[in-house]
């Protein structure tokens, strides 16, 4: 399925990262399980296709038992279409780990290029919202290509770049290993923000703390 088709939803999925739902908090009140709905019509018919509004969708986040059918209605989609990008985004961020026999990091990476100084990256977000060890070091690949990217230098994009790390430090708090570790050591000599640097230190400690930790018994 050619990937243009779902440019209109990667442009849109990013507007919910940082919390553009607060800007029309309550215009999807009545809305929720219309757009849920359309999932489920279109997990059994293959019509229409669904245009739920992204900031509904995202509402979805505090209706745990509407995600979870949304989670349901996508599952069958994606066994006839395993490129719907609706589905994959949202499923993984209403916390699915497995979808309709899809591997959810390898699709990700397929759908999702990562776009480091565009803002809300939906492709970082959604490895951080997966949670898969694998996308570790893809996502250090990544912030050792826009390191090297003359952008990465430029005050334009300084907040995009900041906040990119941010996350991805974040990210690495939780999965990462020795490598990542020593990666932000060495990030750590040339990064000058405040904010930044306390992510870092934070992130080496937590991995030092989990780097020492015994393996559990078998």
Not at 29 to 47: C, D, I, L, S
Not at 84 to 104: E, T
Not at 108 to 133: H, N
Not at 166 to 175: E, L, N, P, S
Request: net charge positive; proline share 6%.
């Amino acid at each position: 399925m050619a990937i243009a088709r779902w440019v209109p939803w990667l442009l849109a999925l990013g507007l919910t990262w940082f919390g553009a739902g607060a800007a029309r908090a309550g215009s999807c009140e009545g809305y929720h399980r219309e757009a849920v709905r359309e999932f489920e019509v279109y997990a059994a018919k293959g019509r229409p296709t669904p245009s739920a509004d992204e900031i509904c969708l995202d509402d979805l986040r505090s209706e745990p038992k509407l995600a979870a059918r949304v989670v349901k209605a996508c599952d069958a989609i994606v066994r006839r279409e395993p490129g719907f990008v609706p589905c994959v985004a949202w499923s993984v961020r209403y916390g699915a780990k497995a979808l309709g026999g899809l591997d959810l990091f390898e699709a990700i990476g397929r759908l999702f290029p990562m776009q480091v100084f565009t803002y809300q990256d939906p492709a970082l977000e959604l490895y951080a919202a997966l949670g898969d060890p694998r996308a570790v070091p893809v996502v250090r690949a990544a912030w050792q290509a826009a390191a090297a990217d003359p952008r990465s230098g430029k005050k334009k994009h300084a907040h995009v770049w900041g906040v990119w790390r941010r996350v991805a430090t974040d990210f690495f708090a939780v999965h990462g290993g020795a490598d990542e570790r020593a990666f932000l050591q060495a990030q750590l000599a040339t990064t000058t923000a405040r904010g930044l640097r306390k992510a870092m230190t934070k992130a080496i400690a937590a991995i030092e703390r989990r780097v020492a930790a015994p393996a559990p018994a078998p």
